[in-house]
């Protein structure tokens, strides 16, 4: 039987990495809670915008995909789902809405991660919704010859269950215990329950809704501005390298989760920055448009697109950031690289 003793982690001395991530972390999470108390019709702004993106993103680390104005009209709820693709993007969509507006309801137990996980398939022709997995599976990997071999094999189906409740009910004892800080046990209750593998399909999908959840529970809002998932989808390798690093002899309760955690919290800090940027873009004084998609692509290093710009300025319409690109582009100031979905851009 697989043991979860988080009060193993109250005397882990955590290394200066992990330590400064945590500090930067709370401090912006406190200055970042003023801006929004103080501004909270501008910085609302940035939640759709957010919800998109993390609709958008987390299906597509699955590979479950459809088109940028498709996502848009089903985030809005103006068209109707075509495809399988599509139903389980919508379920999507309600399970995240759900986590925004109820997130204090709803409590870290099998019941309510199965009622979540029910919601995810509501649509769709699958009849797993809601049900713990019922056959094994297991996470492979692909050689660079094509073959493939099994890199981690989760619990057994018939231990599923009863794990699901131990590992919620030991992150709740240690987060009311408080020996650790919840930014290190969140990281470790999302691996624990990717190694468990719950679920026949969605269990990636569900982790980032859980990660979520658990931001909001212990105050980090930063999920509701920011997508973490798309952050997540952007460093994928990362993300897929520290999950693997993370859970070798997890089975044995032998396995170290130091590089997951690593990587949870530079995602979390990295969403903390966007939106610290994002927000002093939004209550910038100066009106002019132009003057506002100039002052952003000043900060950018590189190449960057419209979707960027349309991301980072929530204020303006898509057809306003079209006009100040092509005035941009007629001034001499951006080039433009590219052509149609590859189109991109560079400062001159």
Same mark, same amino acid.
């Given at each position: 039987?697989?043991?979860?003793?988080?009060?193993?982690?109250?005397?882990?001395?955590?290394?200066?990495?992990?330590?400064?991530?945590?500090?930067? $972390?709370?401090?912006?999470?406190?200055?970042?809670?003023?801006?929004?108390?103080?501004?909270?019709?501008?910085? =609302? !702004?940035?939640?759709?915008?957010?919800?998109?993106?993390?609709?958008?993103?987390?299906? @597509? $680390?699955?590979?479950?995909?459809?088109?940028?104005?498709?996502? !848009?009209?089903?985030?809005?709820?103006?068209?109707?789902?075509?495809?399988?693709? #599509?139903?389980?993007?919508?379920?999507?969509?309600?399970?995240?809405?759900?986590?925004? #507006?109820?997130?204090?309801?709803?409590?870290?137990?099998?019941?309510?991660?199965?009622?979540?996980? *029910?919601?995810?398939? !509501?649509?769709?022709? !699958?009849?797993?919704?809601?049900?713990?997995?019922?056959?094994?599976?297991?996470?492979?990997?692909? *050689?660079?010859?094509?073959?493939?071999?099994?890199?981690?094999?989760?619990?057994?189906?018939?231990?599923?269950?009863?794990?699901?409740?131990?590992?919620?009910?030991?992150?709740?004892?240690?987060?009311?215990?408080?020996?650790?800080?919840?930014?290190?046990?969140?990281?470790?209750?999302?691996?624990?329950?990717?190694?468990?593998?719950?679920?026949?399909?969605?269990?990636?999908?569900?982790?980032?809704?859980?990660?979520?959840?658990?931001?909001?529970?212990?105050?980090?809002?930063?999920?509701?501005?920011?997508?973490?998932?798309?952050?997540?989808?952007?460093?994928? =390798?990362?993300?897929?390298?520290?999950?693997?690093?993370?859970?070798?002899?997890? $089975?044995?309760?032998?396995?170290?989760?130091?590089?997951? $955690?690593?990587?949870?919290?530079?995602?979390?800090?990295?969403?903390?920055?966007?939106?610290?940027?994002?927000?002093?873009?939004?209550?910038?004084?100066?009106?002019?448009?132009?003057?506002?998609?100039?002052?952003?692509?000043?900060? @950018?290093?590189?190449?960057?697109?419209?979707? #960027?710009?349309?991301?980072?300025?929530?204020?303006?319409?898509?057809?306003?950031?079209? *006009?100040?690109? @092509?005035?941009?582009?007629?001034?001499?100031?951006?080039?433009?690289?590219?052509? *149609?979905?590859?189109?991109?851009?560079?400062?001159?």
């Amino acid at each position: 039987m697989k043991i979860f003793n988080y009060s193993q982690y109250k005397n882990v001395t955590w290394d200066n990495e992990i330590l400064g991530y945590i500090s930067q $972390i709370h401090e912006y999470k406190g200055k970042l809670a003023n801006i929004e108390y103080k501004n909270k019709t501008k910085i =609302n !702004k940035l939640v759709e915008i957010a919800k998109i993106q993390s609709i958008e993103s987390s299906n @597509k $680390i699955e590979g479950i995909v459809t088109t940028s104005t498709r996502i !848009k009209q089903i985030c809005e709820n103006k068209t109707t789902p075509k495809n399988r693709d #599509e139903k389980e993007i919508l379920g999507y969509r309600d399970v995240l809405n759900t986590i925004h #507006e109820n997130y204090e309801f709803i409590s870290i137990n099998s019941s309510y991660i199965l009622q979540l996980h *029910r919601d995810l398939y !509501k649509f769709s022709e !699958k009849s797993i919704g809601g049900k713990f997995k019922n056959v094994q599976n297991y996470i492979s990997e692909t *050689r660079t010859d094509g073959s493939s071999f099994v890199r981690f094999q989760p619990l057994e189906p018939y231990e599923t269950p009863d794990a699901i409740d131990r590992l919620c009910e030991e992150f709740n004892i240690a987060v009311s215990k408080e020996y650790v800080d919840p930014l290190i046990l969140i990281p470790i209750f999302v691996l624990d329950f990717l190694c468990i593998h719950p679920f026949n399909d969605g269990n990636g999908r569900m982790s980032r809704l859980l990660t979520l959840l658990l931001l909001y529970k212990q105050e980090y809002s930063v999920g509701k501005f920011i997508s973490i998932e798309k952050i997540i989808e952007e460093t994928k =390798n990362r993300y897929y390298d520290s999950l693997q690093s993370s859970s070798i002899n997890w $089975i044995d309760g032998k396995n170290n989760p130091t590089e997951f $955690i690593k990587y949870m919290l530079s995602v979390i800090l990295k969403a903390y920055r966007d939106l610290e940027e994002r927000a002093n873009i939004l209550l910038e004084k100066k009106s002019k448009a132009l003057t506002q998609v100039q002052d952003i692509i000043n900060t @950018k290093i590189g190449k960057f697109t419209k979707s #960027e710009i349309v991301s980072l300025c929530p204020t303006l319409s898509e057809t306003t950031i079209e *006009r100040c690109l @092509k005035e941009l582009l007629n001034k001499g100031l951006i080039k433009k690289h590219g052509d *149609r979905k590859s189109t991109y851009y560079t400062r001159n």
